[in-house]
């Protein structure tokens, strides 16, 4: 299983970007997409995610309200909308996928066996 970041950029405060996780090589019917991403010094942090199957969705209480995550099917990609993008923002944004992982471990990076390469957003002030 591959999965291809791509969408990252630099954008004023207030701005919008839309990311996007391209995957393939998956055969299993139970696929959970995550994006994480990471600030400079701090640790890999949970953005949101989605069941593939189901469509559930889950974001963290950092960006809900700002940010979507949704799938589009004919192009196998898992997007992230970030709209009102704040300086904090600024980070690597990986996605990550997993045939196995749990609803319950959804938020753990450590539960995902796919990673992508990630792609830097720069939010500016």
């Known amino acids: 299983v591959q999965l291809q970041a791509s969408g990252g950029g630099l954008v004023q405060a207030g701005g919008s970007l839309r990311l996007s996780c391209v995957t393939s090589g998956r055969t299993g019917m139970r696929y959970i997409v995550a994006w994480f991403r990471q600030a400079p010094g701090k640790e890999r942090e949970f953005v949101a995610c989605?069941?593939?199957?189901?469509?559930?969705?889950l974001h963290s209480e950092s960006v809900k309200g700002r940010f979507t995550i949704s799938k589009d099917r004919a192009r196998k990609s898992v997007d992230l909308q970030m709209n009102s993008l704040k300086p904090e923002d600024t980070a690597i944004y990986y996605c990550?996928?997993?045939?196995?992982?749990?609803?319950?471990?959804?938020?753990?990076?450590?539960?995902?066996?796919?990673w992508g390469q990630g792609t830097l957003v720069t939010v500016s002030s």
């Open positions: 989605m069941d593939w199957s189901s469509g559930r969705t």
């Open positions: 990550a996928g997993s045939e196995t992982v749990t609803w319950s471990a959804r938020a753990t990076p450590h539960a995902y066996g796919y």
